[in-house]
């Protein structure tokens, strides 16, 4: 006499691409980044503190080690690096600043430098509001 037995398993599963093939996976679906890109002046804030990391860990001596071994010029490495002498509060609007799906970027790194350069953090601060209201006001005449 045989008895068959039903047996119900539950869970939650995914399929996930690996190359060109599909592979089931346990859990739930990982959600789906939101549309658009990050600023590229973004990006190179970023990079600057990954840099700066770099360097205080003992990972890399030096710009002119960063420069070789991101094959850049290491001038192009200092006008990164001096996106660190933006004040914090500064570093951190560049740092989330919204993602953009189409256009050009409203700031580019040729806006900020000058605000880098300068040392006092309350003049930067104003230069900042400046330059975030010309890029708004030519954002919205793009958009016409």
């Known amino acids: 006499m045989s008895t068959t037995r039903a047996l ?3 869970g939650t599963i995914h399929f996930a691409r690996r190359g060109r093939t599909k592979e089931l996976r346990v859990g739930p679906a990982p959600v ?13 804030m970023a990079l600057a503190v990954r840099f700066e990391d770099l360097i205080r860990a003992g990972e890399v001596t030096d710009h002119a080690e960063l420069a070789r071994l991101g094959h850049v010029t290491r001038a192009r490495v200092s006008q990164i690096m001096a996106l660190l002498h ?9 740092l989330f600043l919204p993602k953009l799906n189409r256009g050009r970027d409203p700031l580019v790194l040729k806006d900020v430098r000058p605000i880098a350069a300068t040392p006092d953090w309350r003049q930067q601060r104003k230069m900042w509001r ?10 919205t005449e793009e958009a016409k």
């Open 32 to 44: 789906p980044p939101e549309p658009g890109r990050v600023p590229r002046v973004s990006r190179l």
């Open 86 to 94: 933006l004040a914090p509060d500064i570093q951190e609007q560049i």
């Open 8 to 10: 119900t398993v539950a």
């Open 130 to 139: 400046n330059l975030l209201e010309r890029s708004l006001v030519a954002r």
